[in-house]
Each structure stands twice: as structure tokens, then as C-alpha cells.
């Protein structure tokens, strides 16, 4: 006889699942609860989430916030970009755009600042060189992250976020001083 797709076929057709196969899909559905639980976990408790504050910004009022910052403190220059050494405990203002990070920033070991970061233009990526520090840079939104270096040196500002042509040449520089450094300046500040 003729049969169409629609109609259901006549008895138990196909196989009950088995005792292992039970176990499996109990097995997988238990794991797919664990990884659904650890999302909100790690939102609350994995330490990864950005320290400080976010609100919306113009981008032409974030660059001449930047603007007024680097006229504020600014000691000298790196290659052509301005060099700024802020007071500990200062707001620190970097912009993305392509293809550069400005200005060079000239931060003290073991002290606390609130690093705002935005974009002038398009999406880029902050990755502090050679450290784990990842970050996106968004146009539109200054994002104040309330950091203390702990390592002195120099840390490339790398962009990790594609932005065009120039994304590879997009690179920025934070030098951080030891703490012995810093003394020595204060007694010469004070002689
Ligand atoms: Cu900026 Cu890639």
C-alpha cells in the first residue's frame, strides 16, 4: 500500500535508549549545568572584571580631556610622542586611534591610578606587553580602571583588536619605575 511521510508509522519503531547510553546523556547534561553555573560564578568571583568606572564619552571630548592631560604633565618626549609623568593617585587619560596609542606614560611602581581608556575612532584592543592584561577600547565609552603596576620596566601597549591597515604598527609604551628610582628623585627633588 501507498504511504506518505505524514503519516506515523503503525508500533514502536525505533529503540528505547539503553543503560549506557542513559548514563551519557546524564553525564553531558550534569556537565552543560556545570559550565552554565561558572559563567555567573566567574562574573562574581573570578577577578576579571574591570576595577573602576564606565561611562559614555563625545570621542572629541575624550581627545581633548587627553589633550589637557599631556599639556598637564607632560616631561618630555619618546619618539616623538609626548612623555607624561602623572602624580600618584591621578586619573590617567590614553586614546586609541589608528594607528597610535598617545601619550607615553610614565607611571611609579606600587602606586595606585585610575587609567581611563577610550577610542577616537574605531574598536581597539589595550594588551600590556608581556603581561596577561587584556582590554577592549571602545569609541564612545571612557572606561576608568583603577590599576597599581607591581613590576617596574617597560611594557609595550600592544592593539589586539583589528583596526585596520596599521594594526600592526599600533604600538604604545607604559614605563613603570622601581621604587629605589623613585627615592633617589625625591632626594634630588628635595636638595
Ligand atoms: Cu588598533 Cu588594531
Same mark, same amino acid.
Given at each position: 500500500?501507498?504511504?506518505?511521510?505524514?503519516?506515523?508509522?503503525?508500533?514502536?519503531?525505533?529503540?528505547?535508549?539503553?543503560?549506557?547510553?542513559?548514563?551519557?546523556?546524564?553525564?553531558?547534561? #550534569? *556537565?552543560?549545568?556545570?559550565?552554565?553555573?561558572?559563567?555567573?560564578?566567574?562574573?562574581?568571583?573570578?577577578?576579571?572584571?574591570?576595577?573602576?568606572?564606565? /561611562?559614555?564619552?563625545?570621542?572629541?571630548?575624550?581627545?581633548?580631556?587627553?589633550?589637557?592631560?599631556?599639556? @598637564?604633565?607632560?616631561?618630555?618626549?619618546?619618539?616623538?610622542?609626548?612623555?607624561?609623568?602623572?602624580?600618584?593617585? #591621578? /586619573?590617567?587619560?590614553?586614546?586609541?586611534?589608528?594607528? #597610535? *596609542?598617545?601619550?607615553?606614560?610614565?607611571?611609579?611602581?606600587?602606586?595606585?591610578?585610575?587609567?581611563?581608556?577610550?577610542?577616537?575612532?574605531?574598536?581597539?584592543?589595550?594588551?600590556?606587553?608581556?603581561?596577561?592584561?587584556?582590554? @577592549?577600547?571602545?569609541?564612545?565609552?571612557?572606561?576608568?580602571?583603577?590599576?597599581?603596576? /607591581?613590576?617596574?620596566?617597560?611594557?609595550?601597549?600592544?592593539?589586539?583588536?583589528?583596526?585596520?591597515?596599521?594594526? /600592526?604598527?599600533?604600538?604604545?609604551?607604559?614605563?613603570?619605575?622601581?621604587?629605589?628610582? @623613585?627615592?633617589?628623585?625625591?632626594?634630588?627633588?628635595?636638595?
Amino acid at each position: 500500500m501507498y504511504r506518505t511521510a505524514l503519516e506515523a508509522p503503525q508500533g514502536v519503531w525505533w529503540k528505547p535508549a539503553g543503560p549506557t547510553e542513559k548514563i551519557w546523556v546524564t553525564i553531558a547534561f #550534569a *556537565w552543560c549545568m556545570v559550565l552554565f553555573a561558572m559563567m555567573p560564578i566567574w562574573h562574581l568571583r573570578g577577578a576579571q572584571n574591570p576595577s573602576g568606572i564606565r /561611562h559614555r564619552v563625545e570621542p572629541r571630548a575624550y581627545s581633548s580631556r587627553v589633550y589637557e592631560f599631556t599639556q @598637564q604633565y607632560q616631561v618630555g618626549t619618546d619618539n616623538g610622542v609626548p612623555l607624561v609623568e602623572p602624580p600618584p593617585g #591621578a /586619573h590617567v587619560y590614553l586614546q586609541a586611534s589608528m594607528w #597610535a *596609542w598617545t601619550p607615553v606614560l610614565r607611571l611609579r611602581e606600587d602606586t595606585e591610578y585610575t587609567l581611563h581608556l577610550s577610542s577616537i575612532d574605531v574598536n581597539h584592543g589595550f594588551s600590556l606587553f608581556p603581561l596577561n592584561v587584556n582590554f @577592549q577600547v571602545v569609541p564612545g565609552y571612557d572606561y576608568g580602571l583603577v590599576v597599581t603596576p /607591581h613590576s617596574a620596566g617597560e611594557f609595550q601597549i600592544i592593539c589586539n583588536e583589528f583596526c585596520g591597515v596599521g594594526h /600592526h604598527l599600533m604600538v604604545g609604551k607604559v614605563i613603570v619605575v622601581p621604587k629605589q628610582d @623613585q627615592l633617589a628623585a625625591v632626594g634630588e627633588e628635595t636638595r
